[in-house]
């Protein structure tokens, strides 16, 4: 190989986002990293952004404080919500990905009806009236089904992280509010980004500094 070629290679080895050799779920994880990488850009770019218009005068009564005004540009809500799906959307596919990646690690050669049912269960506590209680029911009678193929021990360990062992608390588990946040995402609307004040601090008196969150 030539150097220039092994230039090429190292160069594009390095400026690689994505592990070298990483399994699926791994890269579907780097990726919502990335997401959510920009998306903090993103927001941060919007902040410098909204500083940049603080404008402050001195009271003109003499106190030794200031007034401040800001007028920060409107967010892109657009691209806000658009990374925002596009990071829960990874992040639910690298769960799948690693349900059937055990799956094909322990059945091989693994079946047809196992590779269409394979998918990474997130169960809830409630039953079709909205009743707790029913989660060990809901795991026994089906959602237990999507993760056959793996290892008992695999099976075991997926059953004790599912939100409905939370009881009526279940609603609170990360699982079910990625589950809940994908499907919406997926299936009905965009997510709505909002803009809140979350604190501000102003410095004492001939003090210009102003720092905003």
């Known amino acids: 190989m030539g150097k220039a070629k092994r230039l090429r290679k190292q160069r594009d080895k390095e400026s690689s986002l994505y592990p070298a050799g990483a399994r699926s779920f791994a890269l579907k994880l780097a990726r919502a990293d990335i997401h959510l990488n920009d998306l903090q850009v993103e927001v941060s770019r919007w902040i410098d952004d909204a500083l940049k218009t603080v404008v402050e005068?001195?009271?003109?009564?003499?106190?030794?404080?200031?007034?401040?005004?800001?007028?920060?540009?409107?967010?892109?809500?657009?691209?806000?919500?658009?990374?925002?799906?596009?990071?829960?959307?990874?992040?639910r596919s690298a769960l799948d990905h690693l349900a059937f990646e055990l799956a094909a690690a322990f059945t091989v050669p693994i079946t047809n009806q196992i590779e269409q049912d394979s998918e990474f269960p997130i169960v809830g506590d409630l039953d079709e009236l909205g009743l707790p209680?029913?989660?060990?029911?809901?795991?026994?009678?089906?959602?237990?089904?999507?993760?056959?193929?793996?290892?008992?021990?695999?099976?075991?360990?997926?059953?004790?992280?599912?939100?409905?062992?939370?009881?009526?608390?279940?609603?609170?588990?990360?699982?079910?509010?990625?589950?809940?946040?994908?499907?919406?995402?997926?299936?009905?609307?965009?997510?709505?980004?909002?803009?809140?004040?979350?604190?501000?601090?102003?410095?004492?008196?001939?003090m210009r500094n102003v720092g905003a969150i």
């Not at 007028?71 to 806000?80: E, Q, R, S, V, W």
């Not at 990625?178 to 604190?199: F, P």
Request: with cysteine.
């Open 133 to 206: 209680g029913a989660g060990p029911r809901k795991w026994r009678d089906g959602a237990h089904l999507k993760v056959v193929g793996a290892d008992p021990a695999a099976q075991t360990e997926i059953e004790r992280l599912q939100p409905y062992q939370r009881g009526q608390s279940f609603e609170a588990d990360p699982l079910w509010q990625l589950g809940i946040l994908n499907n919406l995402d997926k299936h009905r609307t965009l997510h709505v980004i909002g803009v809140a004040k979350q604190g501000a601090t102003m410095l004492g008196p001939g």
């Open 57 to 91: 005068e001195p009271d003109p009564e003499g106190s030794g404080y200031y007034a401040a005004w800001v007028t920060p540009p409107a967010p892109d809500y657009a691209a806000f919500s658009l990374l925002a799906g596009d990071c829960l959307q990874c992040l």
